[in-house]
């Protein structure tokens, strides 16, 4: 079976009794906007999916494996307008206000369960709002249930080219309050980082595309207070 739309084409087929879905997706928009309602967001609002009081144990059982995922031309933006965020330099990136484009998206083994989804991005290119474009991205990811797991990461701009292991966790509500309690880890192998790279995620630091520094070792904490080790 084929579904061809718009804005992309979706080929769904059997393979040992199990459905493979092949997706390719072309000039789509994305918007997550964390609201201050009863529904918390956009999309929850859309199906009319009100929060339960208390948390439902659910198994993490696999709904569906997209095979293959590209994507082309997409944009993503993230709202928050509970406790947006004010004050930061334009380089910096503003996680309640944020905007990605130009998504180039190859991945594999894209699964949706209960709680989590995980993926295997072998190429992912995009601009951000702040004027940062990354030219490759590769990582093995799972996020879900307020954690976002991400390893083997290789990121490249054409002069930060960095390689890590990054983690960040905090209860779902915490999230509205990015800078000061969504907690942090990285574990970074031997890369070099631009001081520009940097400036993104570290709003006092004033971006310098001619500085680069070599950092090897652990980074944890919040934004505010984010500390590091060998």
Known sequence: ???IGQHGLLLVG???GR???IVKLRDAQFNLVIEDNEYSNNLSRMFKLVPPEEPVPMPDKDI???RSLTADNLTYTMRNYIAPITGLPESAINWSN???DRIKLRAHNFRISHRHFYATVEHMSFHERTGWDVKELTADVAVGEGLADIRNIHLYDGRTDA???YSMTAPVTDYADYVNKVVMKADIRSSRWSLDALAHFI??????STTFVHLKGKMHGPVADL???N
């Open 1 to 3: 079976m084929h579904c």
């Open 14 to 16: 059997k393979y040992d």
């Open 19 to 21: 459905a493979h879905i």
């Open 64 to 66: 569906f494996t997209i």
């Open 98 to 100: 944020m905007g990605v």
């Open 163 to 165: 390689y890590l292991d």
């Open 203 to 208: 709003p006092p630091l004033n971006p310098d």
């Open 227 to 229: 500390c590091g080790d």
